[in-house]
């Protein structure tokens, strides 16, 4: 099993949608968790960090956790074609950040 | 966060030789620094942490004794590629981790080997 778990996509939506990517980690002991944006060619950039469960809104995009379900979300409102990139989740173990494989986005005008 | 450099961006190598990737964190005194390699649409693999005044901690199945790492301040690691070969061809990526805001990452290198 996968530490860290993602759906590959593509995720297609159009633009000014919500959309909706999913995370689930194996690790209970987790305590961090991210997700970065990062485009082709391009190192990861920092969306989101949630530590507590429920949700944390920052501008279009909103994180959300539940520790119960190891699972982490992340929903980006008012989808623009500038979003289009992969979605990396990623979540601590120690002090080591362990990736999910990522998500394409590609968000259609 | 933390603002991290990472030099050169694109390096193309001979088959055989050495390459040295920097690392630098700019405003953030870094005990540790982790080195991470990604191949087209994979996803980022960490390879090892570097710990400053100490030797690297690899991931298994990283060959120490080909990617060396050397941490030897607060704001520098390197990752020196030895003896590379096109199978090292990908990209490498360091990171600084703090508290409070995730993880830094530098712009990376994409490794050429011919």
């Known amino acids: 099993q996968k530490e860290v778990e993602q759906n590959s996509g593509p995720l297609s939506v159009p633009e000014g949608a919500i959309a909706s990517l999913n995370c689930t980690y194996s690790?209970?002991?987790?305590?961090?968790f991210f997700w970065y944006r990062q485009y082709s060619g391009k190192s990861p950039e920092l969306i989101m960090s949630?530590?507590?469960?429920g949700d944390k809104e920052d501008g279009r995009f909103t994180a959300q956790l539940n520790k119960a379900s190891q699972y982490v979300s992340l929903l980006i409102r008012d989808s623009q074609p500038s979003d289009s990139a992969t979605y990396l989740c990623?979540?601590?173990?120690?002090?080591?950040?362990?990736f999910g494989a990522g998500t394409i986005l590609r968000v259609k005008s | 966060g933390a603002v991290v450099s990472q030099h050169p961006s694109r390096v193309i190598c001979k088959s055989g030789t050495s390459v040295k990737i920097e690392c630098r964190s700019l405003?953030?005194?870094?005990?540790?620094m982790f080195w991470y390699r990604q191949f087209p649409k994979q996803s980022l693999m960490l390879m090892a942490t570097?710990?400053?005044?100490?030797?690297?901690?690899?991931e298994q199945g990283v060959e120490k004794d080909k990617f060396l790492i050397n941490h030897a301040s607060l704001t520098l690691s390197t990752l020196t590629v030895t003896s590379a070969h096109p199978e090292d061809s990908s990209f490498y990526i360091c990171?600084?981790?703090?508290?409070?805001?995730?993880?830094?990452f530098g712009s990376g290198t994409r490794l050429t080997v011919v």
């Open positions: 990171s600084v981790p703090g508290e409070g805001y995730g993880y830094t």
């Open positions: 690790d209970r002991g987790s305590q961090s």
């Open positions: 949630i530590y507590s469960n």
């Open positions: 990623a979540v601590t173990g120690g002090n080591k950040l362990v």
């Open positions: 405003d953030f005194q870094a005990t540790t």
């Open positions: 570097s710990n400053e005044g100490s030797k690297a901690t690899y």
